[in-house]
């Protein structure tokens, strides 16, 4: 498993009070990679 990136980088919400983000994955040889 690779960390390709991030999809969305990392945010606080403030009003929510709660962190988002989203990372793109790649697994092995795969040509398809993965949101998390």
Known sequence: ???VGWA???FHDAESKK???AKNI???NSD???LN
């Open 1 to 3: 498993m690779e960390l």
């Open 8 to 10: 969305s980088k990392p």
């Open 19 to 21: 962190f988002h983000w």
């Open 26 to 28: 790649k697994f092995g």
């Open 32 to 34: 398809i990679n993965t």
